[in-house]
């Protein structure tokens, strides 16, 4: 949600920045900007709309440098323009700030300044700041920044440059991610570690309330009284090749085909019984009162998978929770209470309000997260990395069978009386199992071409596959812009039947082989109202193959693998609705990758 990135060292930084733009345009891309200074002018240059349009404006521009900083803009205050793109400048356009965050008392600060007769060009939040910065500058840049930093309410990841002190960027952060690349005499600046991996794999993870002041090249770490502080240095693993698409037109369909590659990693050490690898010991796990699972959108859908399977193995009762919502009521949090929190970013502020939430109740918080070193991570008593490596997908895909998988080897750790059928040796034959999966796609192709042009699509499943048909119908709306609904096959004859009528299409998920029988006769009351049912199950479900208009036959594996294999259709079926629709399926509308406001 915004992407930020920065430099300061010996190369020219348009390059650079841009590089890294594209990189972060998954936060975004309602507009994006840059500024650069020259040692005496600050060249700010701004567009609304993709990346593109800047880069297609800058192309005969000669914007040489020694320091820079870029933006690229997923809108919260004012609408996507010129203007409230970012950077945003004071009225002498002294200072150039880019900003990740939301400062919630911009309203006061602007009546303030207004009263004073300034003026503002721009309806955002951030302009604010930069105004308030040139108004109260100290001669030092540093000291600037925290002294309207004290003064903020809100969030932010925020950069400043200026022509006063044309040498220097100053950054700080509160909430909003911001990550330090050191290189070899240069420095980074980024929402993400993985913009700016093809310089550096050294990484420092601000975190709140520490600020960083860059000179040539170098940096000193400050928090906001201007105390020198120190951070470790990171050193991240993944592969630059990880972060682009491979020759593949979308980042989502490159992410769905390497699911098998990354799964091996999101196993590998952990399949032997107390693996240090697992934080949770089953000693500790037994020790439980009550489990909460919590996240947004897909990590949420995988929490439903989890719930299931903690209840079976430890007994107690496990609640998944929206985390938009857990902190506005009273949950009823104890210090023996363990609480599960999932997230591929590890910054979703929603997901972090509720995990102070549940660490101010004493709860014991396992992270459950994919990108190492992120807030929820550092926030988290014990963390399980997916390492499925960096997802640029805006729909998540690959992390969310991390999601599950994680789970499934969390369950398997404290299952001491061999609940969960499937053996670590399955699990181990996972990737291959993935691989047969993926074979599918022709046919989902030829399948997506019967429903892309319906209106109304419905996911039914019972059980684990209701968990999956909730992530199948989110997969679908937010890059087909199709209504998709899921729905309990059971809970189907207490109202949402009468949505079914002659083609309506039905995709059925049906991995549960104990709840084959209660799923055919679902399908049949929809089938008796003229569907079209597409079903995903494996080959002994003959009766459901014959009343099914399509049939995906999943490769024979446990219950347990089947269902998290049968996502993979699922993923596919959005992506080719999607792709037959033509829509922009790596940058859905109003929609952005890692939702770091409320
Ligand atoms: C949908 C999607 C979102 C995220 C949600 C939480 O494809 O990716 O629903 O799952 O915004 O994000 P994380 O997992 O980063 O906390």
């Given at each position: 949600m915004c992407g930020i990135i920065g430099y300061s060292g010996p190369k020219q930084p348009l390059p650079i920045l841009l590089a890294g733009l594209s990189r972060l345009e998954y936060r975004g891309y309602d507009s994006a900007g840059i500024a650069i200074t020259d040692g005496k002018n600050l060249i700010i240059e701004k567009k609304q709309g993709k990346l593109q349009v800047l880069k297609d404006h800058l192309s005969d521009k000669k914007i040489n440098g020694n320091i820079g900083i870029g933006h690229t803009r997923w809108a919260?205050?004012?609408?996507?323009s010129d203007e409230n793109a970012h950077p945003h400048y004071d009225n002498n356009q002294d200072f150039a700030i880019i900003h990740n965050g939301i400062i919630e008392n911009y309203d006061e600060m602007k009546e303030e300044l207004l009263k004073e007769d300034y003026q503002f060009e721009s309806e955002t939040d951030t302009e604010v700041v930069a105004v308030e910065l040139s108004k109260r500058w100290t001669g030092n840049l540093l000291e600037t920044v925290c002294q309207v930093a004290k003064d903020l309410d809100g969030t932010y990841a925020l950069v400043v440059t200026t022509v006063k002190q044309p040498d220097t960027i100053v950054a700080g952060r509160m909430m909003s991610p911001l990550v330090l690349g050191v290189g070899e005499g240069e420095v980074f600046l980024a929402s993400d570690s993985a913009a700016i991996l093809e310089h550096t794999n050294k990484m420092i993870f601000l975190e709140n309330g520490d600020f960083v002041e860059i000179k040539d090249g170098n940096y000193e770490l400050f928090d906001i009284n201007m105390n020198k502080i120190s951070r470790e240095i990171q050193e991240i693993d993944?592969?630059?090749?990880?972060?682009?698409?491979?020759?593949?037109?979308?980042f989502m369909y490159k992410e769905i085909l390497e699911q098998a590659e990354v799964i091996e990693r999101t196993i590998t050490g952990r399949l032997e019984v107390g693996s240090e690898e697992i934080p949770v010991d089953l000693k500790q796990a037994k020790g439980f009162e009550k489990i909460w699972i919590v996240a947004c959108g897909t990590a949420y859908h995988a929490g439903l998978f989890g719930k299931d399977l903690f209840e079976k193995v430890l007994g107690v009762s496990v609640s998944v929770e929206l985390a938009s919502e857990f902190r506005y009521r009273e949950p009823i949090v104890g210090e023996n209470d363990l609480a599960i929190v999932i997230s591929q970013s590890g910054e979703t502020m929603d997901t972090i309000a509720a995990t102070e939430l549940l660490k101010e109740n004493n709860a014991h918080v396992l992270a459950l997260v994919?990108?190492?070193?992120s807030s929820l991570a550092r926030m988290a008593d014990s963390v399980l990395y997916?390492?499925?490596?960096?997802?640029?997908?805006?729909?998540?895909?690959k992390a969310y069978l991390g999601m599950l998988v994680g789970q499934l080897l969390l369950a398997k750790h404290w299952d001491e009386s061999s609940k969960i059928e499937t053996t670590f040796e399955e699990i181990k034959q996972l990737p291959s199992l993935i691989k047969e999966t993926l074979k599918c796609e022709s046919e989902i192709k030829e399948i997506s071409k019967s429903i892309n042009n319906h209106k109304d699509i419905y996911f039914i499943g019972r059980g684990l596959d209701y968990a999956l048909a909730a992530e199948g119908a989110l997969k679908l709306k937010e890059i087909s812009y199709l209504h998709a609904e899921a729905l309990a096959a059971g809970e189907l004859k207490h109202g949402t039947l009468a949505l079914i009528e002659d083609g309506t299409p039905v995709i059925v998920t049906a991995s549960q082989h104990h709840l084959l029988d209660k799923t055919t006769s679902n399908v049949q009351e929809v089938k008796a109202r003229g569907a079209f049912v597409i079903a995903i199950g494996n080959n002994s479900s003959k009766k459901l193959q014959d009343i099914s208009n399509d049939y995906v036959t999943l490769p024979e594996a446990s219950e347990m693998l089947s269902t998290i294999v049968s996502i993979i259709p699922l993923q596919f079926i959005a992506y080719h609705v999607a792709n037959l629709n033509g829509e922009s399926i790596d940058q859905p509308r109003n929609l952005a990758k890692s939702v770091t406001v409320e």
């Open positions: 919260t205050h004012g609408v996507p993944w592969e630059v090749s990880e972060a682009e698409k491979s020759g593949h037109d979308h994919n990108v190492v070193g997916l390492h499925v490596g960096p997802e640029i997908g805006v729909a998540s895909t």
